[in-house]
Nanobody
Framework: QVQLVESGGGVVQAGGSLRLSCAAS????????MNWYRQAPGKQRELAAT????????YADSVKGRFTISRDSAKRNTVYLQMNSLKPEDTAVYYC???????????????WGQGTQVTVTS
């Protein structure tokens, strides 16, 4: 059974930084991409950042230049989201998502973490 566990959320002042972590556990053969989504109160969930199994990265325009998604060099199924120059509008629940998962036993292709709250105060 694959599980995604996120950590690193919290409360920070505008201009500050936080680093989120997402660790995928289980017998995982491969993951096509890992994503960070976020959902602010009253808004739809949006894709913030993606890292593929080839380590290509993409970002939403709203976070480009401020957020960096990366992968642990030793633990390939652990990814991070370094968030710098945080703004109040970055306040949201941040969710880790693993897409195109092949595991033993065979399960869904798509997994989500439980979410971690990030609050940026002005």
């Amino acid at each position: 059974q694959v599980q995604l566990v996120e950590s690193g959320g919290g409360v920070v002042q505008a201009g500050g930084s936080l680093r989120l972590s997402c660790a995928a556990s289980g017998i995982i053969l491969s993951i096509n991409a890992m994503n960070w989504y976020r959902q602010a109160p009253g808004k739809q969930r949006e894709l913030a950042a993606t890292i593929t199994n080839g380590d290509s990265t993409t970002y939403a325009d709203s976070v480009k230049g401020r957020f960096t998604i990366s992968r642990d060099s030793a633990k390939r199924n652990t990814v991070y989201l370094q968030m710098n120059s945080l703004k109040p509008e970055d306040t949201a629940v941040y969710y880790c998502n693993a897409l195109g998962v092949k595991s033993i036993p065979r399960g869904p292709n798509d997994y989500w973490g439980q979410g971690t709250q990030v609050t940026v105060t002005s």
